[in-house]
Structures are given as C-alpha cells and as structure tokens.
C-alpha cells in the first residue's frame, strides 16, 4: 500500500480543515492526485473509496444537496482509519545494544507515596522542604523513580531543596550515582554544577580527582572554588594548588589557602605564611585560623610580639602605625584558638601596658588578650584579667567568669563586694551605677536562663505542643555551695529583685518581704519579673496562700486585658491553681482573649472536672 | 485470626494525608487501649483526640474480605485516621488484649445481618423484579438525545466549512456554550468530547502543532455522530431494545453501566484472581474529573485488564484515591464492560493476600512472543475511531537495543522490532529509567507496553510501563 501517498492526502485535508471545506470545491491539488487513487482503486477497493471520497469532495456530482463538511468529514474519517493501520513500527538506522550503567534500587513505593514525593520536587509552593526532608528520612529515595528527580533537586529553586540534596539525598546513594553525575556535568555551569560537583567529590573516591582537578583548572569560578576545596585532603595536588594562590581572582586565591590549611605540608605553611607579606593578608589569615600547624602558629606569635616591640617606635609615624594595627589584627585573626607561652606573654606585656595599646591598637588587642586569659584558667591570668576590669567594664565579665571558677566563694564575694562595698554605695555616681546594673546582669546570666520547653496544648488540642518560654534557676543546694551567704544582703541592699530570688533562702525575712513588696508592685503580667518573683517566694517557701492571692489579684488586674499567653512556670502554677479560686476566675475570664482565655477556660474546666470528683466522693 | 498487610490498610485509606495521620497517631502512641475480640475477628480501641473524651475506633472483620471500620470521631472522612490507625497498630504488631465486644458493636453487627438477610431474601423472592421501563420517558430521552446529535453536528460542519483557521475567542466561546448544552440533551459523551476539542483549540500556544490532533478529533465525533444516529434510530423504533453490550457506544452516549445490567448480559465472570502490572493517575480537563487508572493481569487467561475510577472536581476531595496495588487480588464476581482489548472491569469485594515471588514469575507465560500478531490486532482495533486507542498488552521482550537515531527498540525472540516511546499524554517518562536497569533486566523480559498510534509521523510506537523479570515486577510509572 503506498502510505506515501496517503500521508500525501492527509496533509492536503489538514489544509482544508484548516482553511475551511468552503474551498474544496475544485480544490486542485487534491484533483491532482485523484487519478493516482484511481489507479490503484482498481486494485485496491480501500483506494476506490477514498478515490471517490474525493470525487465527492471536490467534483460533487449533485450539487444541489453537497455539504462540503459532510464530504470533507466522511473522507476524514475514512482516511484516519485507514492510516491508523499504516502505522510504521520499525526503528531508524542500524541498532546497537543499550548503554546502561545499573543502580541496586527497586520500585517499591505506590502511586500515592511516590507522587508526594514527586510533586515536591517539581512544583513550586509551600511545605515542600518538610515533604522532601521526611520521604528521604523514611528512605524512600532508595525508590528507582526517585533517582532522577533527586539529581534535578539540585537546580530547585528553593535553595534549601537543593542543598539538602546535595548534603544529604545524593551522597545516600553512594558512589551509584556518580557516573549520572558527571554525565551531566558541565564545569562551565554555575551553582547547580558546583553542587553536581561536591556530590561527585563527596561520594566518588580516588577515580573522580582527576575530573575534579580538571574543573579546578578550567571551571567556572564557581565550580573551581568547590573543586579547589574538594583537593584539599589529597596532599598530591599541593603544587597545584600552590600555583592558584597566585590566580587573577580572589575567590580562587582564597579557595586555594584555605585548603593549603588542610594539608599543613611545609610548603603549604610556607605559603600561607608569604602571603602576609602581600596583598592577600586577608584572606591568608582566615585560612591560616583554621591551620593548627605549630610552626605557623610560633612565627605569627613571633610577628605580633615583634610588631608589639616596635610599638613605642611607630607611635608618632601615623602611617606606620596603622600599617602595623592593620598587620596585629590580620596576626590575632590567625591566632584565634591557639595557645602558647610565647603568646600569653605577649597578652601580659600588653596589659601591662593598658593606657598605651588602648590608644595605639584600640580594642582588637585587648580583646583578644581577655578572652585568651579567660580561656586560660590559672590564677595568674586572672590576675591580669583583674587588672583589665580595673581599666574597663567590658571586661568585666571575663573577669568574673574566671573568678567565679577559680576562687572560692567567700574570696569571690571579698573581691567583687566587700572590699569595694563603699564604692558600689555611690549612688549619685552615675559611672558606679551603671557598672552596678552591668554587674547584676553578669550575675544574673551565671544563674538565671530563659530556655524554651514544650508543653501540650492541653486547652486546644492535646496531640500539638507549643514551645512557651519559661524561666530556670540556679537550684537552690548549688547556690549554697557555690555561692557566699553574704551575698543576698548586699543583692537587697543594691535593689537587684531577680538575684534576690535566686538566692533566697527559707525564713530569711528580709529578703520575703522584699519580694512581697515587689510583686505586689507588678501590674502586667507580661512581664517576666512576675515568673522569677514567684519562683523566688516558692523557694523561700513563703506561704502557699499568700503566693495564691498575689497570683489571684495580678490575674484580676485590669491591665491584662491584653495578654496573648501564659508561659512557662505562670502557666504551670495556674494548673495548680485551688478550686477555691474557681469563681474568681469565672469573674475574670471575660477580661482575656487570645491563647490566655483558652487557657483560662481550661482550668477553670479543670477545677469543675475536680470538683465533681469531690463531691463524687463525698456523697459515697 | 486477621490476616491483613500494611499495604492493604494503605488501600483502605482515602488518600496519603490520611496514611500519614493515621501512623502518626500509632507512632505519639495516642491509642491507650488496644482490644481484640476472644474470636478474633475485632479490633477495638480507645484512641486520644481533640474531644474531652476519648474515641472510640474499632475493625469490624466478621467478613474478612469486607471489613467494616468504625469510629465515634466527627471526621467526615471514611475511614477516618483513627480506625486506620488501629490497623496500623494491628500490622505493626502492638499487643491486643483479649477483650468481650463491646455491646453497640453486637447491636450494630445484628443490624447489619439483618439487612444482609432483608436482602438475600429479596435476592430470592423477587428474582430481580423485570426492571420497569418507562417508554414514553425513554422516547423523550432518545429523541432529545437525537436532536443533541443533530445540533452537534450542525455546529461541527459549521466549524469544518468556516476553517479551523478562523476559529477565534468568540468562536470559542460558542463551543463552550455549545459544551454546556450538550448536558441538557443527556449526552454526558458528547459534552466531554467536545469539551476536549475546545480546550485542544484554546490552550494551544502553537495551534499548528494541535491542528493534526483537532482533525482526528473531529474524525471521532463524526464517527460517533454517525454511529450514534443510527443506534438511537433504531432504539426509538423499538423502545424495548436491549443495551448495546458488545460496543463501546453506551459509554459514548454517556451511559453509566449498573453491576446488574453487565450481570444481566453475561459480563460476570466469578471467581477471578488480578494482579495490578501498573497504576497510574491523571487529570482529565474534558471530563472535569480525576481519572485513577489500573492495568491488572488475569492470572488464569493471561488477559490485561483495566480499572477506571473518576473523580470528578467537585467531589474528589471525599473521595478515596486509587492506589497502587502489590498484592494478588481474589475476586468473586469480576464484571466486565463492554469493549475490545483491556476491558474495564468494576468489582464490589475482593481479598487480598501478599504475592508470591512465583507468582511473578509465572506470569511472564502470559507474555505474547510474536510482536507481527499484537500489531496486527493493535492495528485492528485502532481502526475503528471510537475504540481505546491506546491499547496495552504484555510483550516478551529477547533484547532492548538502540538505533542510531537514538530510540529505544525492543525486539522479539523472531528479531521483530518495535520503537519505545514516552507519551506526552501521560506525562511521565519511563525511557530514562531504562538506563538505570540492569542488563539482565531488559534481556528475555515481559514488559507491559501502551501502544500509540502518531497521526503526524505516521509511527506506531508503544511507552513501557512495567518490566517483569523473574520474580521481579520493576514499575516504570506507578
């Protein structure tokens, strides 16, 4: 059967659906074919048709009942089913076997799994990352179909997708998906290829560093920075990466020390070390920090304490001297975290030397110094902490954290109160004051933390949990044994209310009335103070009734009316609440919105589940 | 004893959200009691939710292929994550106390005998009383549905003699009232149709590259015009006229086949074992419904079935998405419609039971070995205009190879070839996947094929969509 020349016809009743069957009549292209279907019509009957189909189309013979549609239709339809049957099945060209590089996965998942899944990482919107997270936690990227979408997720545009596939869904498959990896990969892409490129360098062993110092030398930016990085546990490449330190581009430069870091060789170290001559101090300075070589770490030592010498001889040459800040502080940034003799007594020259390297360094050296004696831990450091807190409150901190660790707790409250108890009275000092009310806070972030905890919704839903804030303190056997005693009068004395409950102790007087005056000064029971307050009686063991009757009128406090939720152990107390209380609360609830009223209602529901109990009991 | 699978309570559910809760809840451990009944056949439990009090959730096993689950919940959705949940419980192997029935569920299991019994008493009595037909309103019918046709194919010529080229948004828009009347004539398979030629016209970026489709499309309607005509005629002439159970032309018309009618004409068949080869669901805009659509192997005669459920847009939030399915699936009564190859058939019970690894591998003797043959039978029933014109079947594959034009071609033991291709109607791909199997995996395999007819190449090619090997079933869709 020719099916050429049925394609032929096709093509031309396309046209005429197209143009409309309007302008069949006497269509001459299909009269130019007819005689062929003529021809063939005397063998074939199917061509007979279709030969007078197009008789009828194009040279009706009643022209008075032709509709052109009608003819136009029926040869359509006769010439679809007959193509229909033309259908050529056999393939193009000569055949060779299938390249195929197998993964162990299998097709377990069903439909409705897997299309979550699927739908996640080709849509855009919301709560795909959790849908994305949770199917690669239940392992269902072992699933064969998951493949290629995971290695897309690498170009998703929420970059989270992508990263947590490169992070984590890739490298599971091992070193299985490598060869689609680099099948993919073009060293000339951007971030999508350098991700490509991490996964490939994460999980493809030996065989893949060649591929990778390729991109390294050719690549993109991108992709040569995460190439470079790729290189650096792998010591042979040191020559090369020697050579990108004196690359054209900085992010290239700065790829290339950071992974001379990793290796540490000589020659590495020796590089890093050059480059603090030049330019690249910068850069060479952050990877030389994460470079725990000893040898680099004695020469910087050596520099800053030569620069520190040289001090007094810059200090009237203005260039000079901020060459030489500039050189200190690109030496303590590589510094940071090492620990050595030669650079705890550079640390102690220039504390002794406050006044002069405050105005020459500023702050940088100093700060350094502090944190590097905090870290220390001997009492000859602390010593020269305790001089930096004489010359700056800033220092205070470091000061007494080391203090506090190092000294016993009456030494402790010598140094900080007694000894210096005149001059913390000077209230009209408003220098004293505020490094009072520094102090107290020192104090209280050693004792008082605000940690986030959850509870369940037990006035809305019982499966869901909301994480409220609550407040913790110090328990009470610690702060007999870490702390002097003498310490709560001189806190009431100073008017610190948070420190006073921390350090209360049950029958001391003084400081419950204190706290009694305090809450009942507290109006909005959104402030925290309330929460430490009571916690404060609780631990002076302060009469339950009382502590009830304060949390009662601060309920009934007109104020609150705003207040969205109760938190951590002001909510805890409410459960605890008697039902004595029960009317009191009916009273007030109206005045709430928001969570607290919900919550209010649920203890007030509570109290009336209890007290049927009660009376259950009672009349049994 | 409760014999049932992790996969099959998945079935149960009505979509993945629900599987999700319900597991959720085994894994917060929210159940506080978990009973079983002395003789087995109850699950029953408390399960904590949002109320005051706790629900009360139970499996109701007495017909082990028709499990009843119950919950006091307010969930509208059925079955709701706590019943599920507790099945959860069940496979994941939780202990069960032995507990007495409760008694509302003794109460409710009488109700539900007697009604069974209503029923097997009616079943006997009234030997299905002699359906009642109403002539008169089924000559209205008829005759308004043969004016539809009329109005159909009056608009269509119209459209044929103007030119698709001229077919603008005002043209467009006439369609769409035109789609709406259809309903009015009661031909639901009308509306769909050319609901799918205005949406083929309208949502083409490219008209050119739709127009070889419009022009098929067209073929079809007139082809059901044409045959519909005629069957109508003939039905109006005599009213009593028994349904067409040999065609697909009732589905054409819209009609929704009852399980009675197909019974009535001999399409029951009993005692049936399926097995799923391939799942796949889908969204069809012409229909205004979801379609889930399952590819099932009679194991005795080798036949490839199909399964059809439609949800249409407006409900399909209620109900249950089709999933796929791994297990082996008895069937006591398999009614099967009318059609050619892949017939769609509907069942009402069935039990599942997990599937053996030989079973698998015994299914491959139902493989056909000569492509020659399926592709003169393909070709047969594409033929005609208003068959499924994508026909699946189950070939026997000797090798996979590919052309120097890059196609994938699988080849039969006599060296006969036939070129793979993906279908941009499903919208998956299965062709790259290839590339991750196996050697062994694409040599002397069974592959479940969906062939398609390309109306602009002229190439019939097919799309792959399961891999049989051995005892393993490698699914390239769902």
Known sequence: MSTALLQELHQELRRLYIAGSDLALGDYRLKRILPQFQQLGERSPIFKRLGEGITALIEPADTQSYQSAEQLQDLGLLLTSVLRTQGTTAPQGDLRSIPNRPVSLSTYLSYRKLAAVEEALSTTGSNRYEVVVQAFEEGMFRDLRLLDPAVRALQDPYSEIAEFAMQKILPAYGAEVVPYLIDGFNPMGGRVESRKLHVIGQVGGEEVLDLIFQAAESGSEEVRVTAIRLLAPHSSYEPALLSWTKDKKKSIREAAYQALATIKTDTAVERIYEAFAGKDIEIAAEAAAKCNA??????????????????????????????????????????????SDALYEVFAEVTRQYAFFISYAGLDLLDAAAYYFEQDNSLDALKNLHILEQHNTRYLSHAFRSSFRQLTPSQLYEHYVHSVRNKWKMKTNKETQKKLQQFISIIEQQVISYPYQSYANLWSSQEETSLLRKVELMPAEQVAQQWDVRWLDWLIEVDAAHLVCVFTRPGHTVSQSFMVEKLQGMKELRHQSIEVLLLGLERAEVDVSIRWEMLMNLLEHKRNSSFYVFEGHLLEYLYQLPFAFQDRLAAIMPNYRYTAREQLQYVWNTMEDKKQEAYAIDSV | MIEITSSYVDSLASNNAAMKNAQ???????????NQSEDGTLLFAECKGSGSSNYQCSADFIQPDKPILRCSCPSRQLPCKHALGLLYAYVGGEAFTSAAVPDDITAKREKAEKREEQKLKQAVDGEPKPKKVNKTALKKKIQSQLEGLDVLEKFIQSLVRNGLGTIDKKVIKTMQEHVKQMGNYYLTGAQTELRRLTLLLSEAEDREQVYTDVVEQLAIM?????????????????????????????????????????????????????????????????????????????????????TLQYRPYKAAKLMREEDSFFDATRIPSLYRYPGDANRRVRWEEMAARPLDPHEVARMSIHAQRSYADVIKKVKNQLKNPLSDANPVVLLHVAEVLLSSQDEVVITDEAGQHLVLQDQATAGHRALPLLTHLS??????????????????????TAMPLTILKDAEMIRLLY
């Open chain 1, 294 to 339: 000893e040898e680099l770490t004695v020469r910087f030592v050596r520099d800053l304490s030569t620069e520190i010498q040289q001090a007094p001889v810059y200090k009237d040459d203005k260039k000079k001297a901020e060459a030489s800040c500039i050189k200190m502080k690109h030496y303590l940034t590589a510094l940071e975290g090492k620990r």
């Open chain 2, 222 to 306: 007139h082809a059901f015009i044409k045959k519909g005509r005629t069957y109508l005629t003939n039905k109006l002439a005599d009213p009593a006229l028994a349904l067409d159970h040999e065609s697909t032309i009732e589905e054409w018309l819209g009609h929704a086949w009852q399980l009675t009618d197909l019974k009535e004409y001999g399409l029951m068949k009993e005692q049936a074992e399926l097995v799923q080869l391939a799942f796949v669901s889908y969204d069809d805009p012409a229909r205004q419904e979801y379609v889930d659509e399952g590819f099932w192997l009679e194991q005795d005669s080798g036949e490839i079935h199909r």
């Open chain 2, 24 to 34: 959720g809840l085994v894994k917060k451990r929210s159940f506080v009691q978990l």
């Open chain 2, 439 to 460: 050697a062994s995996q694409l040599e002397d395999v069974s592959m479940l094929v969906r062939f398609e007819h390309d109306m602009d190449t002229g190439r019939l």
